[in-house]
């Protein structure tokens, strides 16, 4: 079984809402023309492209995230068509004044399940009483979990685009989850791409917050930050520090007609491979994991 805990939608709010952030005022379809990428459509028509992408490359389950704040509705309409094939996540900036009252109703009324945190971006503390409401929010919803990026945060469309990206790394500490991890110890954490350059603070905080989970989604280049890390090593260490079981394979797959990224999944394949990680630990690691946390809703 494989599931993939990490995946963008691209819906065409998440394109007109990047126009708008640039102040360019391009259509969806001329931002489309000059990335290169397809035109997604209707929220409806982008999850049965998906779906197909899915059945192609034996995907069972996959995220998907709204990936702007604002989209969960594009999300939604993903999930309420395809409810045994997308796990809504969402993308949520807790300094904004109805934070609290969009991941209530993303959650309780639009079916969506992980909020989504960019500190780095949205230039809110994680141990700010702000992000603190809104994970109670999250929290108070059984089945729910928090993701939130920490460590380098590149985002490789806003670049294309040339958007103003003024990210304050620093606020992107997996230290400074503990608190918050720690005051929900029944919510799931996830931390992605095993916090994106920041792998010991990561381990540290997961050794200290058992709640707290990693994905190991993306090219991982971040590797290149010290020397001698490897694929195969980020995988041995995290299997020592968090065991099987709080691992989440993911790819950060996000467009057409790219589609859903087959080179990133060979590659941690043959890593955890080269890291003698067992095939009962695998199964957890690529399906089993993320089937636990988000199981298909009755
Ligand atoms: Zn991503």
Same mark, same amino acid.
């Given at each position: 079984?494989?599931?993939?805990?990490?995946?963008?939608?691209?819906?065409?709010?998440?394109?007109?809402?990047?126009?708008?952030?640039?102040?360019?005022?391009?259509?969806?379809?001329?931002?489309?023309?000059?990335?290169?990428?397809?035109?997604?459509?209707?929220?409806?028509? $982008?999850?049965?492209?998906?779906?197909?992408?899915?059945?192609?490359?034996?995907?069972?389950?996959?995220?998907?995230?709204?990936?702007?704040?604002?989209?969960?509705?594009?999300?939604?309409?993903?999930?309420?068509?395809?409810?045994?094939?997308?796990?809504?996540?969402?993308?949520?900036?807790?300094?904004?004044?109805?934070?609290?009252?969009?991941?209530?109703?993303?959650?309780?009324?639009?079916?969506?399940?992980?909020?989504?945190?960019?500190?780095?971006?949205?230039?809110?503390?994680?141990?700010?009483?702000?992000?603190?409401?809104?994970?109670?929010?999250?929290?108070?919803?059984?089945?729910?979990?928090?993701?939130?990026?920490?460590?380098?945060?590149?985002?490789?469309?806003?670049?294309?685009?040339?958007?103003?990206?003024?990210?304050?790394?620093?606020?992107?500490?997996? $230290?400074?989850?503990?608190?918050?991890? $720690?005051?929900?110890?029944?919510?799931?954490?996830?931390?992605?791409?095993?916090?994106?350059?920041?792998?010991?603070?990561?381990?540290?905080?997961?050794?200290?917050?058992?709640?707290?989970?990693?994905?190991?989604?993306?090219?991982?280049?971040?590797?290149?930050?010290?020397?001698?890390?490897?694929?195969?090593?980020?995988?041995?260490?995290?299997?020592?520090?968090?065991?099987?079981?709080?691992?989440?394979?993911?790819?950060?797959?996000?467009?057409?007609?790219?589609?859903?990224?087959?080179?990133?999944?060979?590659?941690?394949?043959?890593?955890?491979?080269?890291?003698?990680?067992?095939?009962?630990?695998?199964? $957890?690691?690529?399906?089993?994991?993320?089937?636990?946390?988000?199981?298909?809703?009755?």
């Amino acid at each position: 079984m494989l599931n993939d805990a990490h995946c963008h939608f691209f819906s065409s709010q998440f394109f007109s809402t990047l126009s708008r952030q640039g102040g360019r005022g391009d259509s969806v379809a001329s931002l489309c023309q000059e990335l290169q990428w397809d035109d997604p459509g209707s929220p409806e028509s $982008l999850a049965d492209r998906w779906v197909q992408e899915l059945d192609t490359q034996g995907v069972a389950r996959s995220a998907l995230i709204a990936s702007v704040p604002g989209d969960e509705a594009s999300v939604a309409a993903a999930i309420s068509r395809h409810p045994g094939r997308f796990v809504g996540f969402f993308m949520i900036d807790p300094g904004a004044a109805d934070a609290v009252d969009r991941a209530t109703n993303a959650i309780a009324t639009q079916g969506l399940r992980v909020a989504c945190l960019f500190p780095a971006m949205h230039h809110v503390a994680l141990t700010d009483p702000r992000v603190e409401r809104v994970v109670a929010a999250v929290a108070a919803h059984p089945g729910t979990a928090l993701f939130v990026h920490c460590g380098v945060l590149s985002v490789g469309v806003r670049k294309k685009l040339g958007l103003p990206s003024r990210f304050d790394l620093s606020l992107g500490d997996p $230290l400074s989850l503990t608190p918050l991890a $720690l005051a929900f110890p029944s919510l799931p954490f996830i931390v992605p791409h095993f916090g994106a350059g920041m792998l010991r603070e990561t381990m540290m905080a997961a050794d200290a917050c058992p709640n707290i989970h990693v994905d190991t989604s993306s090219s991982n280049s971040w590797i290149r930050y010290a020397p001698g890390w490897t694929l195969q090593g980020v995988f041995s260490t995290a299997m020592s520090v968090l065991g099987p079981s709080r691992i989440l394979f993911g790819t950060d797959s996000s467009y057409f007609p790219r589609g859903w990224q087959r080179g990133v999944y060979e590659s941690q394949k043959a890593a955890v491979t080269a890291a003698k990680i067992n095939a009962s630990d695998q199964g $957890l690691i690529f399906g089993e994991n993320f089937e636990r946390l988000f199981p298909i809703k009755a």
